[in-house]
């Protein structure tokens, strides 16, 4: 049974200045660059969008609401100011490609509902597919945990 960890970026908010570095397509990690950062702001077509706590309830809410209507079993969902994690698995045959579209097409579809239609999520998720139980229980207590927005666990329901 597969079982990832999406990442789905607010619209703006990981930008090439970031500490961190960022992430391009078939490159991988790649060190901050404040001239990309620039050329990446000067394109955008609007504002960076922050999850601040009633979207975040929002998101929890829209992944549940999906975990109902789809093939799929949710585990968990971190959310902080710029991104959410969905931890989810499922038993059908259907790629990771399709659970992960559906899923943010599920979050987005919630909140063009609530607010003015937006650019809500980065064009490419991110994913990592869950190696064995020590990753899932790791994934599950100690990662998703650390997060400062709103949680939900499987069988244990919100919490900040």
């Known amino acids: 049974m597969p079982c990832y960890l999406f990442t789905y970026h607010g619209h703006g908010t990981w ?8 992430v391009r397509r078939k490159e991988g990690i790649l060190a901050p660059d404040t001239h990309m950062a620039t050329c990446y ?13 009633e979207i975040q309830q929002i998101l929890i809410n829209a992944a549940l609401e999906a975990f109902e209507h789809q093939p799929v079993r949710g585990h968990a969902v971190a959310t902080e100011s710029t991104h959410l994690h969905i931890l989810v698995s499922w038993q059908t045959n259907r790629t990771w490609k399709i659970v992960c579209r559906q899923l943010r097409g599920s979050l987005s579809r919630k909140l063009n509902q609530e607010f003015e239609r937006s650019e809500w999520f980065s064009k490419q998720p991110s994913r990592k597919r869950v190696a064995d139980r020590q990753h899932f229980d790791h994934l599950m207590d100690v990662y998703l945990p650390r997060h400062s927005g709103l949680k939900w666990r499987e069988g244990g329901g919100v919490y900040l």
């Open 15 to 22: 930008m090439p200045d970031n500490p961190r570095g960022y």
């Open 41 to 53: 702001r000067d394109n955008m077509c609007s504002a960076a969008i922050c999850f601040d706590h």
